[in-house]
Nanobody, 115 residues
Framework: QVHLVESGGGLVQPGGSLRLSCAAS????????MGWYRQAPGEQRELVAQ???????QYADSVKGRFIVSKDNAKNTVYLQMNSLKPEDTAVYYC?????????WGQGTQVTVSS
């Protein structure tokens, strides 16, 4: 089992930046896929960015060039650096992990982009 805890959300003005963190309860080397998803009110949850243990990384078209996913293996933590934020980026952001055939979610962190 993997326990995921997100942090770093908040209110930011359009054009601003935020960095989200996701701390995992196990080594990132044992997790096959880790990713960030988001869900806006009335919308389905969508993939924002993810990376595979073997190195491949994918981003949603809507965030390419603005968001960067990275990790710190020593801290078992994954980050989502969000730059040039837009009002349409407003959502609850969730961390996700695929671990031994099961899928795990964090509790989510709210990101609001508004002036």
């Amino acid at each position: 089992q993997v326990h995921l805890v997100e942090s770093g959300g908040g209110l930011v003005q359009p054009g601003g930046s935020l960095r989200l963190s996701c701390a995992a309860s196990t080594s990132l080397f044992s997790i096959d896929v880790m990713g960030w998803y988001r869900q806006a009110p009335g919308e389905q949850r969508e993939l924002v960015a993810q990376f595979q243990r073997w190195g491949s990384t994918q981003y949603a078209d809507s965030v390419k060039g603005r968001f960067i996913v990275s990790k710190d293996n020593a801290k078992n933590t994954v980050y989502l650096q969000m730059n040039s934020l837009k009002p349409e980026d407003t959502a609850v952001y969730y961390c996700n992990a695929a671990f031994f055939g099961n899928e795990y979610w964090g509790q989510g962190t709210q990101v609001t982009v508004s002036s």
